[in-house]
């Protein structure tokens, strides 16, 4: 198991085709979904300077925080036939190590059916620094009843 700080860098740093530019394969040499390939490949570069990073262990990214005052922007790439809004969609930091909570919604759209696993991002970017998360959509069954 990576440790958190590992997996937090990757989800921001990381990158979903190989170095030929091609989407990441899976073994069976088809392209593969984030469930395969988690955040993607960590591009050490960017890990160096992530800017914003989500709460893991404040010692562990204290040093890598922005320094000034600095407003992320939400940006969604949407799974297909579902919608996903972010509140607030913009993020106020007035000092580094400040902390700021935001919630995400989905909604299937319209009448549509889901039937196999979709997938988006959710990106925070302040001009300088990108941040993205991804999204995974499962479809689920409406027949079966849950307790």
Known sequence: ME???FMTLQ????????????????SSGTPATPLHFGGGHVNPNAAAHP??????DEQDYIGYLC???TNYTASIEAPDSVSVSVHP???RFKHKGETKAF??????????????DVFGKLIWS??????????A????RSDILME
């Open 3 to 5: 440790p958190p700080w």
């Open 11 to 26: 989800n921001k740093t990381g990158y979903s085709f190989d170095n030929l530019g091609e989407p990441i394969k899976n």
């Open 51 to 56: 800017g914003l990073v989500y709460d893991a």
């Open 67 to 69: 320094d000034d005052a």
């Open 89 to 91: 969609s913009v993020l």
């Open 103 to 116: 919630q995400v919604i989905f909604r299937v759209e319209g009448d549509s059916n889901i039937d196999n």
């Open 126 to 135: 302040n001009g300088e620094y990108t941040v993205a998360s991804l999204i």
């Open 137 to 140: 959509v499962h479809p689920s």
